[in-house]
């Protein structure tokens, strides 16, 4: 009949999601608003710090931005009083020039004494003097302004990491899922801000829901070859489907699909480990929980099929006796596979046409002489089907890759022209950071 061998393994549930929930910043823990082992949705307030010493350094941040405001303005106010002086000098400059020229002209026909000549050479090299100091002023100015708005950038940096450190202040759940229970009571004081922060308590996301397996390494080259043969498509390559048992269920009711084929063999175990994802709507499948999987191992094809009560095993070997069309008995040679509707898979040995002897086996004998009564055998009904083809994109439950933040190219070759830092950063403008 023609059918499709499902291989089965033993599985453990796994969340999708799983977060530790630990504060971005430490202080008193003030309150928390959750209830323990309850559905938490993502965005729902858990916790809340103390807020009063951020609250403190926002309103400080926002002071030496201000600061740094008024800075740059009296900067700017400089730079335009040391430009009206360098115009002053200018015009004395000009002046001085004037009048030394002049002098040099009358002194030249005797006209004045040399005494006045010296007096005009000094007033220019006076006016000279104060130009140059209105240029040196102007170049200070603006070197103040720079150094201004470099103290507004970083106010406003500062600003900005003070009004998130007072965000971070309510400990928000990231994820939606199951919570656990409470770790830190009220008025516990505690650290944040890295991976060895107080834990707080846990979120498991509930639906869909991983289940991971692993399949040894003769398993796995099946799959392998039978994909090279064209007969079961990879795991890798489609999302073949998945049934899947819990240890107090009868048949397979939970149906989901191939997700994830790991990438090398585990040289401690030689196994692949493979996962499947379910959808779990009512919550029944829990992390941790073992259960059956169920995976196509094969393509639907027409199997052999005998009743296992048919086979009798000398040591290694394994025979059935068939009946030729002179009512004599032969043994035959035969390679097993698995049950499948309640009856034995002949991978080699018989063709399907032969009169197999499936009682009264300890009677008889190579080469007896037998009146064979003709009996019909039944398949069982199976849980699993006997045809199956890869789910449809629209059916999958698998979670598909982030896309790229604005401004970050996906997929750029290590060699490839580097992203303008406005252009990666479209916030650190300064025309942007108001």
């Given at each position: 009949?023609?059918?499709?061998?499902?291989?089965?393994?033993?599985?453990?549930?796994?969340?999708?999601?799983?977060?530790?929930?630990?504060?971005?910043?430490?202080?008193y823990l003030q309150s928390t608003h959750f209830e323990e082992g309850q559905m938490v949705s993502s965005g729902d307030l858990l916790a809340i710090i103390d807020p009063r010493p951020f609250r403190a350094e926002v309103n400080a941040a926002r002071a030496r931005l201000e600061e740094a405001n008024a800075g740059l303005k009296e900067a700017q106010s400089v730079l335009r009083q040391t430009e009206a002086e360098k115009a002053d000098a200018e015009a004395q400059l000009s002046l001085a020039t004037s009048r030394l020229e002049r002098a040099q002209a009358l002194a030249r026909q005797r006209a004045i004494s040399d005494e006045e000549v010296d007096v005009r050479r000094s007033e220019?090299?006076?006016?000279?003097?104060?130009?140059?100091?209105?240029?040196?002023?102007?170049?200070?100015?603006?070197?103040?302004?720079?150094?201004?708005?470099?103290?507004?950038?970083?106010?406003?940096?500062?600003?900005?990491?003070?009004?998130?450190?007072?965000?971070?202040?309510?400990?928000?759940?990231?994820?939606?899922?199951?919570?656990?229970?409470?770790?830190?009571?009220?008025?516990?004081?505690?650290?944040?801000?890295?991976?060895?922060?107080?834990?707080?308590?846990?979120?498991?996301?509930?639906?869909?829901?991983?289940?991971?397996?692993?399949?040894?390494?003769?398993?796995?080259?099946?799959?392998?070859?039978?994909?090279?043969?064209?007969?079961?498509?990879?795991?890798?390559?489609?999302?073949?489907?998945?049934?899947?048992?819990?240890?107090?269920?009868?048949?397979?009711?939970?149906?989901?699909?191939?997700?994830?084929?790991?990438?090398?063999?585990?040289?401690?175990?030689?196994?692949?480990?493979?996962?499947?994802?379910?959808?779990?709507?009512?919550?029944?499948?829990?992390?941790?929980?073992?259960?059956?999987?169920?995976?196509?191992?094969?393509?639907?094809?027409?199997?052999?099929?005998?009743?296992?009560?048919?086979?009798?095993?000398?040591?290694?070997?394994?025979?059935?006796?068939?009946?030729?069309?002179?009512?004599?008995?032969?043994?035959?040679?035969?390679?097993?596979?698995?049950?499948?509707?309640?009856?034995?898979?002949?991978?080699?040995?018989?063709?399907?046409?032969?009169?197999?002897?499936?009682?009264?086996?300890?009677?008889?004998?190579?080469?007896?002489?037998?009146?064979?009564?003709?009996?019909?055998?039944?398949?069982?009904?199976?849980?699993?089907?006997?045809?199956?083809?890869?789910?449809?994109?629209?059916?999958?439950?698998?979670?598909?890759?982030?896309?790229?933040?604005?401004?970050?190219?996906?997929?750029?070759?290590?060699?490839?022209?580097?992203?303008?830092?406005?252009?990666?950063?479209?916030?650190?403008?300064?025309?942007?950071?108001?």
């Amino acid at each position: 009949m023609p059918i499709v061998e499902w291989d089965e393994y033993t599985g453990r549930f796994d969340a999708i999601n799983s977060v530790e929930i630990r504060s971005r910043v430490g202080g008193y823990l003030q309150s928390t608003h959750f209830e323990e082992g309850q559905m938490v949705s993502s965005g729902d307030l858990l916790a809340i710090i103390d807020p009063r010493p951020f609250r403190a350094e926002v309103n400080a941040a926002r002071a030496r931005l201000e600061e740094a405001n008024a800075g740059l303005k009296e900067a700017q106010s400089v730079l335009r009083q040391t430009e009206a002086e360098k115009a002053d000098a200018e015009a004395q400059l000009s002046l001085a020039t004037s009048r030394l020229e002049r002098a040099q002209a009358l002194a030249r026909q005797r006209a004045i004494s040399d005494e006045e000549v010296d007096v005009r050479r000094s007033e220019t090299q006076q006016a000279t003097a104060s130009f140059e100091a209105a240029n040196a002023k102007i170049e200070s100015s603006k070197a103040a302004i720079a150094t201004s708005e470099a103290a507004i950038e970083t106010a406003k940096a500062n600003l900005q990491l003070a009004e998130l450190n007072l965000q971070y202040t309510e400990v928000r759940a990231p994820i939606t899922g199951l919570i656990s229970r409470r770790n830190v009571t009220e008025g516990n004081l505690i650290s944040g801000g890295s991976e060895t922060s107080t834990l707080l308590t846990t979120i498991v996301s509930v639906s869909p829901i991983h289940i991971y397996f692993d399949a040894n390494e003769q398993e796995f080259l099946k799959y392998v070859r039978l994909a090279k043969a064209g007969k079961r498509e990879s795991s890798r390559n489609v999302k073949n489907p998945v049934f899947v048992s819990l240890i107090d269920e009868q048949g397979y009711p939970h149906q989901g699909h191939m997700d994830f084929v790991d990438n090398q063999i585990d040289p401690n175990t030689g196994t692949m480990r493979g996962r499947a994802i379910l959808p779990n709507d009512d919550g029944l499948l829990t992390p941790g929980l073992f259960a059956k999987v169920r995976l196509p191992g094969s393509g639907r094809y027409d199997a052999v099929m005998v009743p296992d009560a048919a086979i009798i095993s000398d040591q290694s070997e394994k025979y059935v006796y068939v009946v030729d069309g002179e009512s004599t008995l032969h043994r035959q040679t035969v390679e097993l596979g698995p049950i499948s509707h309640g009856l034995r898979i002949v991978r080699a040995g018989l063709d399907g046409s032969e009169t197999v002897v499936t009682s009264g086996l300890q009677k008889i004998f190579e080469g007896a002489k037998v009146a064979a009564k003709i009996e019909s055998i039944e398949a069982k009904q199976s849980s699993l089907p006997d045809n199956y083809k890869p789910v449809p994109e629209d059916q999958w439950l698998t979670r598909g890759p982030a896309p790229a933040p604005y401004g970050v190219h996906s997929n750029n070759s290590m060699y490839a022209e580097p992203i303008a830092m406005e252009e990666r950063f479209p916030l650190a403008g300064k025309e942007r950071v108001q």
